[in-house]
């Protein structure tokens, strides 16, 4: 089994009934990480990355890795019909294949920042109207180059595996906003609402492939603008 010491020193405190700080700094270090037995850049610690399993065999407990950074957090309960978190992290993951060359994990973007918010107004008694949002940008993903000259030989996708997760793509940001209208009745409550999911319809890289129709590399991208509507009636 894959190993780990992981050593953490975190400030933590209360302000009032309803505010919390909490700063925090750790250090994981990572070792017995299933690699290949011939050298190679590949690790276990990369898998999850993308969806799916690398297909790899002749594995050996080699590896190592480790991951370091600091956390602020800054949360606001609810209370006074709102809420608010805020979270930002610093980081850097690092590891080791069998060919013993350090590099980037697949998850090393660097940094993350998180925001969240909401607030209640209730009108006509107990009805309830809510706004909730949700941002985040965070540091792009690393990735495997694709080599654009061995792809067209084999006509096929292929890797430049020597400069693995050295580079990372555009930074991520996404913002979703949720609007509801909550109707509570003795025997029932009836909820209607609207997701607005990446609502500045912002373009992240989902990932590159080569085509062999037309010799290029082709990029896709992850989900656009998308708006879901709900009814839920709960008794």
């Keep these: 089994m894959t190993k780990s010491?992981?050593?953490?020193?975190?400030?933590?405190?209360?302000?009032?009934?309803?505010?919390?700080?909490?700063?925090?700094?750790?250090?994981?270090?990572?070792?017995?990480?299933?690699?290949?037995?011939?050298a190679t850049w590949?690790?276990?610690?990369?898998?999850?990355?993308d969806f799916g399993i690398g297909r790899v065999d002749s594995l050996q407990n080699t590896g190592t890795g480790k991951n370091y950074g600091f956390?602020?957090?800054?949360?606001?309960?609810?209370?006074?019909?709102?809420?608010?978190?805020?979270?930002?992290?610093?980081?850097?993951?690092?590891?080791?294949?069998?060919?013993?060359?350090?590099?980037n994990t697949a998850f090393n973007g660097?940094?993350?920042v998180n925001?969240?918010?909401?607030?209640?107004?209730?009108?006509?008694g107990k009805n309830v109207i809510a706004i909730n949002f949700k941002t985040t940008y965070a540091g792009g993903k690393r990735y495997l180059p694709i080599d654009l000259a061995e792809s067209k030989v084999y006509q096929e996708t292929r890797y430049d595996e020597?400069?693995?997760?050295?580079?990372?793509r555009k930074?991520?940001?996404?913002?979703?906003?949720?609007?509801?209208?909550?109707?509570?009745?003795?025997?029932?409550?009836?909820?209607?609402?609207i997701d607005l999911d990446n609502v500045f319809n912002t373009k992240n890289i989902w990932q590159e492939h080569f085509d062999s129709k037309s010799g290029n590399t082709i990029t896709e991208y992850?989900?656009?603008?998308?708006?879901?509507p709900q009814y839920r009636i709960t008794f």
């Design 42 to 49: 590949y690790s276990i610690l990369n898998e999850g990355a």
């Design 71 to 103: 956390e602020v957090t800054v949360e606001k309960f609810y209370s006074h019909g709102y809420y608010y978190l805020f979270t930002g992290s610093l980081y850097e993951s690092k590891y080791k294949g069998s060919d013993q060359k350090e590099r």
């Design 171 to 193: 930074d991520y940001f996404r913002t979703d906003i949720k609007i509801g209208y909550t109707v509570n009745r003795k025997k029932s409550t009836h909820e209607f609402s």
């Design 222 to 228: 992850q989900i656009g603008f998308f708006p879901i």
């Design 110 to 112: 660097n940094f993350t």
């Design 162 to 168: 020597a400069h693995a997760y050295e580079k990372r």
């Design 5 to 38: 010491n992981q050593f953490v020193l975190a400030y933590d405190k209360s302000f009032g009934k309803d505010m919390r700080l909490k700063i925090e700094g750790y250090y994981q270090d990572l070792y017995d990480v299933p690699v290949e037995t011939r």
């Design 115 to 124: 925001a969240l918010a909401g607030k209640e107004w209730k009108i006509r």
